[in-house]
């Protein structure tokens, strides 16, 4: 029986116990987590085929992640995956480390065909399945003979689901209000970079969209003016994601060495077509930076204002967001706070900020970060929605300082989500010293319970990288900092002994290194 | 940070602010752009007692619990700020912060407040006054 038109069409509508939406990196992570899992799932994308916002972005086709071919790791190995930002996770060895296999030598950051394909690639390798041209067109809460749930509407029928992962990015063009507003256009709008040749173009917006395009038209346009109210800040100076990153930072060399380009801050006032102007633009500015008001006449005005997240209906039904982006108020889990049962992965992922020490982000909303969350989620989903125990392996004593000295040292997990994701081992009163695994700090350090020690790498805005043990004795949490070293080898002798003297403290049958 | 509709009604917010105080309507809106804002979850720990790293943080809506090895020891409310003592001195966080229902904050990263505070000194100003009166009113107690 089923539909003879579309007899590959898989996860027809029906019930199932999760549903994923989205089939960009985040939706294709979780899904094949789940599925690693025994999560029996369907997952729905309204694209005709993998990679979500690669499919189109970034507008200049090159990405801002990289991916070293040549590492200090073997390719493949999980080492690897520090210097390898963009491939996804997975435990066959064909379906690991995939992006460098497709770059073609010219960058170590990937070409937005590059990852498109790496992540195409994925789906194949992993027989991933997705129904494609599905979309997502409403979500209402149910009680029936299943207990509570979700109904998802789309436009090929009603699906009914224990748990719903939302992974649909924050990819929906976001143009603040104003006056003039309708002169200008968005980034998701921009033209063929051609179009701009000779021409004045004011950018509003100094985050990662607006320099990218700047950049991508220095060679096009005659006059570009970047402007927001607050000054452009840059990832070399914030030693983070926060901020311009570096392949973007050239408008701005143009503009302190008097090149043309001008960088204002200066809030928007209005837009107006110029009189007797052929077609220009007046834009009319209000300096924050204690100057004096500013009329501009340019050619095109983009809109660099970012993006919000498509959450269709889930607010009206009781998923509180918050913020420019509308990101879901969530749990250290990426549940939604205010409608259980409801989880983001991908860039929304990004909504559980995690404790942001020294003003220092997660990278949650990139693909190196959000892979690893996607997985802890499907554990999470796994064991708290679905009863499954997940291993707590016994770990031997005299095995502990070697294992967290090898974690610091090559654990990608931490490497990539500094102060965010944490690497715990628990005594456990019955099964004695267990591995937890990976979870987030934040929830390592607000569920208490048995004595236990957590391991991460932090960074605290001066450039330093350097191992964090939290340990929770008799519900106690200590944060105990190792000295950073500067070519950061965590697993030498030096480390191992601080290491040791921490953990003994936990554990007293460890012996402290020499 | 913000929709433009989003931000004035947040600037309607801080210019009530004691701390802002002294602020003309342009400066407050080049100082909201210099934050973020964040959402917290009811009973959510914002700050905790003894890590580092913490920000500093104005509540716009809602209340926070402070409390000492457990116990509370002050409830903090819509323009009450925190985190400031740990950043200036350079020390762990002295309490926790708990979100006392949903509660909206600015927030200021550490490395960050310097530069802040030295760049706005009427901000300044106005929260050492505010040191002041704890000061006052904890040495009050103590007698």
């Known amino acids: 029986m089923g539909d003879l038109t579309e007899p590959t069409r898989p996860f027809p509508p029906g019930a199932y116990p999760v549903v994923v939406i989205g089939s960009g990196p985040g939706g294709l992570q979780i899904s094949y987590s789940l599925r690693r899992l025994g999560i029996r799932h369907a997952v729905i994308s309204e694209d005709p085929a993998p990679g979500g916002m690669f499919r189109r972005w970034p507008f200049f086709q090159r990405l801002l992640s990289w991916t070293k071919p040549h590492a200090p790791a073997p390719r493949g190995s999980r080492a690897y995956e520090r210097y390898d930002w963009n491939s996804l996770l997975a435990d066959e060895p064909e379906a690991r480390a995939i992006q460098p296999e497709l770059m073609d030598g010219s960058s170590y950051f990937p070409s937005r065909p590059e990852m498109e394909a790496n992540l195409t690639r994925f789906v194949e390798r992993t027989g991933l399945e997705v129904r494609f041209g599905c979309r997502w067109t409403g979500t209402s809460q149910v009680e029936d003979a299943e207990g509570s749930g979700f109904i998802v509407n789309t436009t090929d029928g009603d699906y009914r689901a224990n748990a719903l992962v939302v992974a649909v990015g924050v990819a929906q063009p976001f143009s603040p209000p104003g006056i003039g507003m309708e002169y200008t256009h968005h980034y998701a709008d921009v033209r063929p970079a051609e179009s701009y040749a000779g021409r004045r173009v004011l950018m509003l917006g100094k985050q990662n969209s607006g320099f990218e395009l700047a950049n991508g038209l220095l060679q096009w346009a005659r006059q570009i003016i970047l402007t927001s109210p607050s000054s452009a800040r840059f990832s070399v100076q914030t030693r983070s994601l926060a901020g311009v990153r570096a392949r973007y930072v050239q408008p701005y060399e143009d503009y302190v060495l008097g090149g043309g380009v001008a960088i204002l801050d200066a809030a928007l006032a209005r837009i107006e077509r110029t009189e007797g102007g052929d077609g220009s633009l007046t834009v009319h500015l209000r300096r924050t930076d204690g100057g004096g008001d500013l009329a501009i006449e340019v050619d095109d005005v983009i809109a660099a204002t970012g993006f919000v997240t498509p959450l269709l209906d889930l607010p009206s039904i009781g998923c509180s967001v918050s913020g420019r982006a509308r990101l879901p108020l969530v749990t250290p889990w990426w549940e939604s706070t205010t409608l259980p049962g409801v989880y983001f992965a991908g860039t929304i992922g990004q909504a559980a900020k995690g404790l942001e020490k020294h003003g220092v982000p997660a990278n949650s909303g990139a693909v190196h970060g959000g892979r690893y969350n996607a997985r802890a989620l499907a554990g999470r989903i796994a064991s708290t929605q679905f009863g499954v125990e997940l291993p707590r392996p016994p770990i031997a004593l005299e095995e502990l300082v070697d294992t967290i000295a090898t974690e610091l040292a090559e654990a990608p997990e931490l490497w990539h989500q500094r102060a965010y994701l944490a690497r715990v081992f628990t005594i456990d009163p019955v099964a004695g010293l267990v591995d937890d695994g990976v979870e987030p700090l934040t929830h390592t350090l607000a569920v208490g319970g048995d004595d236990a020690i957590a391991v991460t790498l932090e960074a605290d805005g001066t450039g330093a990288i350097y191992p964090v043990l939290y340990t929770r004795i008799g519900g106690e949490i200590v944060e105990r900092n190792l000295e950073a070293d500067p070519l950061l080898r965590y697993a030498g002798p030096e480390a191992r002994r601080a290491i040791s003297q921490i953990v003994r403290e936990v554990v007293p049958g460890v012996a402290i290194e020499a | ?143």
């Open chain 2, 1 to 143: 940070m913000g929709t433009m509709i989003d931000r004035d009604e947040l600037l309607d917010a801080i210019a009530g602010f004691g701390l802002f105080a002294d602020l003309s309507a342009p400066q407050l809106e080049g100082i909201i752009h210099v934050f973020d804002e964040r959402m917290f979850a009811d009973g959510e720990t914002v700050v905790h007692q003894g890590l580092s790293g913490s920000g500093f943080f104005i509540i716009v809506d809602g209340e926070a619990l402070v409390l000492v090895d457990g116990a509370e020891r002050a409830r903090l409310a819509r323009g009450d700020f925190f985190g400031e003592v740990s950043i200036l001195l350079g020390v762990p966080s002295i309490a926790d912060v708990v979100a006392a229902r949903q509660m909206r904050c600015l927030v200021l990263a550490g490395p960050r407040v310097e530069p802040f505070l030295v760049g706005n000194p009427k901000v300044m100003f106005r929260m050492l006054q505010a040191q002041a009166r704890r000061l006052r009113t904890a040495n009050r107690w103590g007698t």
